[in-house]
């Protein structure tokens, strides 16, 4: 495969800066927890159920941390005050539970018992969920060697094929996914309801309503992850399932998705803070413990620096994404995942009618491969600039599946020549897939038949992206990421650190703070 030609120190420079960066948001990490991460410790304890009440279904780890946060003593951490009330009741979790969210229990008046007996059997409970986590895991591991799996990290077999479907109905999701599967997908990704991200509260059970999208709940992704597990088998080669980890439910959702099975989740340590508003502490500490949980079931993130390149120019700031996606790395080598587990994003989003902008994209998608060669990179089709001219969308898709083989891309998101118009239907993505079978058959192994010119128009271009990144990097470093980010560092968009929703959901911990699943996990 063609390489550039790269200034290796200026990469580990970035590196190191980007570890700088993250040193004082690890301590903020250390010191704090969030509604979020309470509610995901419960769940993974298998505390998922709802009561009902005025007609809606209101989550138990929902009802059961807040009441604890608003009695103020959520410090310690909501297992400290579950298996309290296990022990001096002689209860069972799921009992205790259950009359704590239907409130016919206070578990702050419980008599508090000895210290050590919560630690061991919290420890204990902590365990049994983490065994469980890995069983899920070794199921679908399982299941990929009995098929055909077509996935390859590090690209060698050609970009996997990604397509989304979002007809708010998870019944249609499936019709959908199915169709998407037999023409060639690879991979599915259930697109949530429009603004989810936004509810601090998962929806509970199967749902039929979404808006531009299907509500992320534990049964839609057991639902989708059975009809998905039959499709596999039937066709032989193995469906991977994606969603959604990013928002208020963070930590939720990743827990969620390792209990079901799910092999991708979108997950970024800033997207929620720059796209969706959501307070910058509490988007960083939630995506610590999201990750840990995703590094023990080895599910393959992605990242959302693509996202970058729609609010802000992508030939003039291409180099904020490289600087994100050496700040998301180090996010989560410090949540303790492997490379092979971080699918960076990025997106070929420049003004096709900039000047050379072929070679602009080339350049651009050969140093994200080159820099981080064990990532399964996720490369995200051109939107910014299309419009109702659906051949023109379609000769951009097909631009962009080139550029996704040529330079070895892992996993294409494939473009739809209607989604200026549209959701786009059956039909369009039949369409899309063909368009990216043909070019990456066409041209599979043309990386490995060319070299890049050395100081050419391709070679410079990737040595400025990555010298501006550098510089971005060592600005955010004399400033701090908060101060940083407030002065728009990415994406043309200010955020302040105490500012955004969920900051309230932010709790300092207690010297006793009780949680497991840190050591565990």
């Known amino acids: 495969m063609a390489h550039l030609a790269l200034d290796r120190q200026l990469v580990d420079r970035c590196r190191d800066l980007a570890n700088r960066i993250s040193l004082p948001v690890e301590e903020m990490i250390r010191s704090h927890t969030t509604v979020a991460i309470e509610r995901a410790t419960l769940r993974l304890l298998g505390v998922n159920g709802a009561v009902k009440h005025g007609g809606q279904l209101f989550p138990e780890a929902n009802i059961i941390v807040e009441d604890l946060r608003r009695a103020g003593v959520l410090e310690r951490g909501a297992l400290h005050w579950v298996v309290n009330g296990m022990l001096q009741k002689k209860m069972p ?241 410090n949540a303790k995942m492997t490379e092979d587990l971080m699918g960076l994003g990025h997106a070929q989003e420049m003004d096709p009618e900039h000047p050379n902008v072929f070679l602009l994209e080339i350049a651009r998608a050969q140093m994200t491969r080159d820099i981080f060669p064990k990532s399964p990179i996720k ?64 041209a599979k192994d043309l990386g490995r038949e060319i070299e890049y010119k050395s100081g050419g128009a391709i070679e410079k271009w990737a040595d400025k992206v990555l010298r501006d990144s550098a510089a971005h990097l060592e600005m955010i470093d004399k400033k701090g990421l908060a101060r940083a980010i407030e002065e728009r560092a990415f994406a043309e968009v200010s955020r302040k650190e105490t500012g955004g929703k969920g900051h309230d959901g932010v709790v300092p911990r207690h010297k006793e703070y009780l949680n497991p699943f840190f050591e565990l996990l």
């Open 93 to 333: 979790l799921l009992e205790l539970t259950a009359l704590a969210a239907s409130r016919k229990l206070d578990l702050t008046k419980i008599p508090r018992g000895d210290e050590e007996r919560i630690r061991a059997k919290s420890r204990e409970l902590c365990q049994a969920a983490r065994e469980y986590l890995v069983q899920q895991r070794t199921v679908r591991d399982k299941l990929r060697g009995e098929v055909k799996d077509p996935f390859d990290p590090e690209g060698r077999k050609g970009p996997l094929l990604y397509v989304i479907v979002a007809t708010g109905n998870i019944y249609e999701d499936i019709i959908q996914a199915r169709a998407a599967a037999q023409a060639g997908a690879d991979a599915i990704a259930v697109i949530r309801s429009t603004a989810q991200s936004l509810l601090d509260y998962v929806p509970h059970g199967a749902t039929t309503e979404g808006f531009g999208g299907t509500y992320a709940t534990q049964e839609n992704f057991r639902i989708m992850r059975a009809a998905l597990d039959e499709e596999s088998r039937k066709l032989g080669r193995y469906l991977r399932l994606t969603n959604y980890c990013s928002g208020l439910c963070m930590p939720e959702i990743a827990a969620l998705g390792a209990m079901e099975r799910l092999d991708f989740l979108l997950n970024d340590a800033m997207y929620g803070i720059l796209f969706r508003d959501i307070n910058m502490k509490r988007t960083l500490i939630d995506q610590h413990f999201s990750r840990r949980i995703i590094a023990l079931s080895r599910i393959v993130i992605h990242t959302g620096e693509d996202n970058y390149l729609t609010t802000a120019d992508a030939v003039e700031n291409g180099h904020q994404v490289l600087a994100s996606q050496f700040i998301n790395e180090r996010f989560a080598l």
């Open 379 to 442: 490369f995200m089709p051109p939107t910014r600039f299309k419009c109702g001219d659906i051949f023109y969308s379609h000769l951009m898709d097909a631009m962009f599946n080139f550029v996704g083989v040529l330079t070895g891309q892992t996993i294409q998101l494939l473009g739809m020549a209607t989604e200026a118009m549209h959701t786009p239907l059956l039909q369009d993505r039949w369409m899309s897939i063909k368009n990216a079978k043909y070019v990456f058959n066409g």
